[in-house]
């Protein structure tokens, strides 16, 4: 098991290097933006098969974290401080060495929080809200449950769409680059920014987060943890009387998946350079979830593999103005005919079912 | 506030209220004989708006209503023979997700069948500022047709779920499902029923409410959510009970405007949503005892 699975990443990270390769050989590097876009939203939909396919918990509401990580890192690094620098908590952080200072276009000065210090905090704020919210929401099953993260989705979208210093229905833009790493010597720095210079650069930041997320999920569920969670979803009440702490259990993954969500979100606001309110819309939260089904729920290479085929296409406007109506049919089409995800589908099951 | 500004509010309160009690009781109606939520419910009362606004191009308007009542009525036939019908035992994540892109389909077929312009009835008395004078408040009678409709939906639902053969093989069905087959009641034509009854009163509600309210593609979702508080609060199954929580939703909605910006709106009824569904799951007037032995 150990053995295969190693073998898989390895492949992935060859494939991955391959199509680096093959697009610099035949001069189609464009395609490294959406590749790189698309693999931070797998990165959602891997964190939510955990929660969904493995301990069986819908969320409608993981386009809320994304948000809530977007949102936070561009608010905190792209609004200037200066007019509030004598406030005492600006001084506090200015003083522990969050704070950065710059000159806008027009050469005003400019005082931000720094890209490092905005990302931990929008981490830790999706992980907290998702603390406080999954405590009352996982006793919750079924419908109810599936409502009431709607409900959470909706009110971080109205939230976005209606306060001004998350910039109402235009969003953020203007976000600066996210240096990761300073230069040293000869190596230059690594920053997430949408550069044609940092293309390449970006395919690997993204790609590389996607895999290490990959393989500590893939040891997740192997684990103690991932069974109790597997026992969950079979039954409640039984894991529960074989000693699984259901409810820490479930709390744990959402928060989990939580994180994942918000570390894209924060990724791919720093890559775009920008994000508006549709980022935190219901019908992307719905997106994720077909993702997950798509996949076959309880099985994340899948969820990874049309996680970053769909997005991929759906990035380069394959599906035109359908682009909605393709992810509902997918749900629709998956769940009817193949509910353990189309990866999982033999022919001649699909025939018998069909024959009934 | 001065008592003026009270009691018109409260009239606006009690008008949507009345509209979000019918999408509610359009969600219990599938409930109990399917014990599936029907996410696509806000839909039925979209195309309801949307089908009456296109034929009333070529016919007057009890016609148009009438004619967008059947065909909705036959929508949502065609998606419970199509989607629902033939699966057997699904669980209640695939029903979700099945109703959730349902949904969706919809949505996007009306928008590539009517665009994104907003539509509405017209009036069906008078106009935009026609009104009776009631006490210290002015309505436009159109609030009447409102109320009218519903409460005639109520009562004859009531007395369908009573006193017909057809509602009672229906509510039997919803009992016990094992027992009603073995009386020789065709289970899964109940479950069509139910779905054209549901589809039907969303549509006639998408109707009655169009002057007022307007109709738009993705105008059915937010209806559903509030729809779904509503049945909610007041007990999911109970048709009275969404009555009366849907006018108290109504009326927390119109006075919060007085507090909270306009666009907070929605965020307030949703999150009234998640303190009951926290709270009291099984709705103000149910009984928690009974809840606890239904399959969510």
Not at chain 1, 107 to 120: D, M
Request: charged share 10%; hydrophobic share 55%; with cysteine.
């Amino acid at each position: 098991m150990q053995f295969t699975r190693s073998r898989a990443i390895l492949c992935l990270i060859l494939l991955v290097i391959a199509v680096q390769v093959l697009t610099r050989v035949t001069g189609t590097q464009f395609y490294l933006t959406q590749l790189t876009m698309a693999a931070y939203y797998a990165l959602v939909v891997i964190g939510l098969t955990v929660l969904m396919g493995y301990a069986g918990q819908i969320s409608l509401g993981h386009a809320g974290f994304f948000a809530i990580g977007g949102y936070l890192s561009a608010a905190l690094t792209t609004h200037n401080l200066v007019p509030y620098a004598h406030s005492p908590l600006v001084h506090f952080l200015g003083r522990i060495g969050v704070l950065v200072q710059g000159r806008d276009i027009y050469g005003e000065q400019l005082l931000t929080v720094t890209p490092w210090a905005a990302c931990v905090l929008a981490v830790v704020a999706a992980a907290v809200i998702a603390l406080l919210l999954g405590i009352p929401v996982l006793k919750l099953k079924g419908h109810y449950l599936a409502m009431a993260t709607l409900g959470f989705g909706i009110i971080i979208y109205r939230i976005a769409l209606a306060t001004d210093y998350f910039g109402e229905a235009d969003g953020i833009s203007d976000v600066p680059g996210f240096t990761l790493l300073p230069g040293i010597g000869p190596v230059g720095p690594l920053v997430v920014n949408g550069d044609f210079g940092n293309r390449v650069q970006n395919y690997y930041i993204a790609w590389g987060l996607l895999i290490v997320g990959m393989v500590l999920l893939l040891n997740l569920i192997d684990s103690r943890v991932g069974r109790a969670l597997r026992s969950i979803h079979g039954s409640e009440e039984a894991a529960e009387a074989a000693g699984v702490d259901t409810a820490r259990c479930k709390l744990q993954v959402f928060v989990l998946s939580a994180v994942y969500a918000a570390l894209a979100g924060v990724l791919l606001t720093h890559y775009n350079g920008g994000l508006g309110p549709s980022e935190a819309s219901v019908m992307k939260s719905v997106r994720y979830v077909a993702l997950v089904a798509v996949g076959g729920m309880a099985n994340l290479w899948g969820a990874l593999v049309m996680g970053v085929s769909l997005t991929f296409l759906s990035l380069r406007g394959v599906f035109g103005s359908y682009d909605d109506a393709v992810f509902g049919a997918i749900l629709i089409l998956v769940m009817l005919f193949a509910p353990d995800g189309i990866l999982g589908v033999r022919p001649g099951t699909l025939l018998a079912r069909l024959k009934r | 506030m001065t008592a003026d500004l009270f009691f018109q509010y409260l009239f606006a309160g009690i008008t949507y209220g009345i509209m979000y009690a019918i999408v509610a009781i359009g969600f219990n109606i599938i409930y109990n004989t399917t014990g599936i939520i029907n996410f696509a419910q806000g839909e039925f009362v979209m195309l309801g708006g949307m089908i009456a606004i296109s034929l009333l191009h070529v016919m007057p308007l009890p016609l148009a209503i009438t004619g967008a009542v059947v065909l909705t009525m036959l929508v949502g036939a065609l998606i419970e023979i199509l989607f629902i019908r033939w699966l057997d035992n699904p669980s209640v994540l695939r029903m979700i997700i099945i109703t959730i892109g349902l949904s969706i389909l919809i949505r996007e077929a009306a928008l590539h069948i009517w665009g994104e312009s907003i539509r509405s009835l017209p009036y069906f008395n008078g106009n935009e500022i026609t009104t009776v004078t009631l006490g210290p408040v002015r309505v436009s009678p159109q609030v009447f047709w409102v109320i009218g409709v519903c409460g005639v939906i109520v009562l004859l639902l009531s007395l369908f779920f009573r006193m017909t053969p057809l509602g009672r093989e229906m509510r039997a069905c919803a009992a016990n499902r094992r027992a009603a087959v073995l009386c020789g009641i065709n289970a899964r034509n109940m479950v069509t029923f139910s779905f054209m009854l549901s589809a039907g009163i969303g549509a006639l509600a998408g109707c009655v409410m169009s002057p007022i309210t307007y109709t738009q593609y993705d105008s059915g979702t937010p209806l559903a959510i509030k729809g779904f508080t509503v049945a909610i609060l007041g007990g999911l199954g109970n048709s009275m009970g969404a009555v009366a929580a849907g006018i108290l939703l109504g009326i927390i909605e119109a006075y919060s405007i007085s507090f909270v910006p306009l666009a907070f709106q929605d965020a307030i009824s949703i999150t009234i949503l998640l303190v009951i569904l926290f709270v009291r799951p099984h709705g103000l007037f149910g009984s928690g005892e009974t809840a606890r032995l239904k399959e969510f």
